[in-house]
């Protein structure tokens, strides 16, 4: 009988040892900083801390939109995200439809200008080009038919007329002289006159990149409103982007907008607790989807009693940046190099930040630190020494080396 108790006893207590390690084991891997909880010292080693936050940000662009003040056709000669230089054509609205054959014999007429001035003729090889093409498309319709594809069919037909069209000027304007050039200009004049009454060309005041992406806010966030913008405010805002790419327009409706590419900035707000790591002129980095964009923070204005504007400035090409207004993304504020520590090891003596060090003898030694940076886990410090600025110069203080055994929790174990 006392054997099987005995036996009893001790299968408990092998069931009671295997329960304890196994419960052990599991605390220590996969609870978070469980293990720590026993670590009595860390060896200061080498190490890099990267501040990330999470941001809600808006994008604010130096852009301006351009209203159509006519009604009419959209002929479009620029891409939308394409960069355009002062002066540039961007479209033309039709006011109503122009005749092909005024079109075609206006550009007969200006070469055949060019080449009465020259001395020569630009018509030479020109009739058997357009025969050479006029086969080509010729060749496209039957395709076009046998395919089924009428509406081929009909845009093809249309070239063809054009072409047959500028051959017949061509052949009645053979052979003529330089007493004709005023005749021609004259109807030169004549053509544009009823090309220009028909067309309104809108072009760019400024350089920069094109968009036809609106979202109705152009005038409120940029660069000179930015400081204005409040965060209650723009939760309150759709801003998503629509495409106004289209073939017709009606009076007073935006045609596009011209952005300055050159900088662009990101407004986010930041609360108190977080705002010690952003820094005036620092170099930050948001991780947008298409990539990684480098900007440097432009300004931080005090907004309210918990939060801060920050204001980013970016100067790199980013894809599509003329689409965004509200983004999501992360931000890397720092990133610090040098020794690392454990913020639990860090303790203050009459007034200096420090850390415990044990020597060879197992004795506790104080060592002021000079701080980098830190996250919520890690400070990074200056190793070996570092100086402090006194009224009589500055004074050289030694501080922690590379491998110094340091102690945790100093706060509850050393006594002040």
């Not at 002066?87 to 609205?93: A, M, N, T, Y």
């Not at 053979?174 to 200009?185: A, D, P, Y």
């Not at 289209?246 to 300055?260: D, H, Q, V």
């Not at 415990?356 to 070996?384: C, L, M």
């Amino acid at each position: 009988m006392v054997k099987k108790k005995s036996k009893k006893i001790k299968k408990f207590a092998v069931t009671l040892f295997a329960a304890s390690v196994i419960i052990l084991f599991v605390l220590i891997y996969f609870v978070p900083n469980f293990g720590d909880t026993f670590q009595r010292t860390r060896i200061a080693t080498y190490d890099t801390i990267q501040i990330i936050d999470n941001i809600e940000g808006y994008v604010i662009r130096d852009e301006s939109v351009v209203f159509s003040n006519i009604g009419g056709e959209i002929h479009y000669n620029v891409s939308d995200g394409e960069n355009v230089k002062k002066g540039s054509e961007i479209l033309r609205v039709n006011i109503q439809p122009i005749d092909p054959k005024t079109e075609s014999k206006l550009e007969v007429i200006n070469q055949r200008i060019e080449s009465i001035n020259s001395g020569g003729s630009i018509f030479e090889n020109d009739i058997e080009k357009i025969e050479a093409q006029i086969k080509v498309y010729i060749n496209d319709i039957r395709i076009a038919k046998d395919d089924g594809n009428l509406s081929e069919v009909r845009k093809i037909s249309d070239k063809i007329d054009r072409l047959t069209d500028k051959k017949d000027i061509i052949l009645k304007n053979t052979g003529l002289n330089s007493s004709s050039i005023e005749n021609l200009e004259a109807e030169r004049g004549q053509l544009q006159n009823i090309i220009d009454q028909s067309v309104v060309s809108f072009k760019t005041n400024n350089s920069g990149v094109i968009s036809y992406y609106i979202d109705g806010y152009e005038s409120e966030f940029t660069p000179l409103s930015m400081y204005l913008l409040k965060k209650d405010a723009l939760a309150k805002m759709d801003v998503e982007a629509q495409d106004i790419y289209r073939e017709k327009t009606f009076a007073n409706e935006p045609l596009f907008k011209i952005i300055n590419s050159s900088e662009w900035y990101v407004v986010t707000w930041v609360n108190n607790n977080r705002i010690n790591n952003y820094k005036k002129g620092n170099t930050v980095y948001l991780n947008l989807p298409y990539k990684q964009t480098e900007g440097i923070i432009y300004d931080i204005i005090k907004d309210n009693e918990n939060e801060n504007l920050v204001i980013i400035q970016l100067d790199h090409y980013y894809p599509e940046f003329w689409k965004l207004r509200k983004i999501d993304t992360e931000i890397i504020v720092a990133n610090y190099e040098g020794l690392s520590i454990d913020n639990d090891s860090i303790v203050e003596k009459d007034g200096q930040a420090g850390v415990y060090i044990i020597d060879i003898d197992g004795q506790h030694t104080f060592r002021p630190i000079k701080i980098v940076g830190s996250d919520d886990k890690k400070t990074i410090v200056e190793s070996g020494y570092y100086y402090i600025q006194k009224e009589n110069g500055s004074e050289k203080i030694k501080t922690i080396d590379l491998y110094d055994e340091i102690l945790r929790n100093a706060n509850k174990k050393i006594k002040s």
